[in-house]
């Protein structure tokens, strides 16, 4: 068992099989490089990645798929194997975050990349000029809508 304690949602115990590795950490953020999600309140829509390293570094993050089937662009699989990740079974999660005036945004951008089976990941940058690292959901969503809800901020 890994004890955290001080994150933003208590002293928590996780399993160590439930840990995620990026190699490269995370964009602005390349020393924490070992996460888990947690669910607080239940599966629902939105997970926290939480770090092993940071107790206080944790984004709230929901499904890629959530933003329909053509993202992301190139596909989960072509991104992995240029991540050099397995592709059996993988995860695509996009951060989101809460922004004054502008309700939700989601970095459609820099995706995250997870073989499930390995527990490894990568955060991928994708082609600026189709993403957005602020995309705006629209009013009434909850990251669980097509992408047609995100818009280019």
Not at 71 to 86: N, V
Not at 99 to 117: Q, R, S, T
């Amino acid at each position: 068992m890994i004890r955290l304690v001080g994150t933003r949602f208590g002293d928590i115990e996780i399993e160590e099989a439930s840990e995620i590795v990026f190699s490269q950490g995370l964009f602005g953020f390349p020393d924490a490089r070992r996460f888990v999600l947690l669910y607080p309140g239940g599966r629902g829509h939105v997970a926290w990645l939480q770090s092993l390293e940071m107790a206080a570094l944790a984004f709230p993050v929901v499904d890629g798929s959530a933003f329909g089937p053509n993202y992301p662009r190139p596909s989960a699989e072509q991104l992995a194997h240029d991540a050099c990740l397995g592709a059996t079974d993988l995860a695509v999660l996009v951060i989101i975050a809460a922004k004054k005036g502008a309700g939700v945004i989601a970095n459609m951008l820099a995706p995250l990349i997870i073989d499930l089976e390995s527990r490894k990941g990568a955060q991928i940058v994708l082609d600026p000029q189709r993403y957005s690292a602020a995309a705006q959901l629209r009013a009434g969503t909850t990251g669980t809508e097509s992408q047609e809800s995100a818009t280019p901020a």
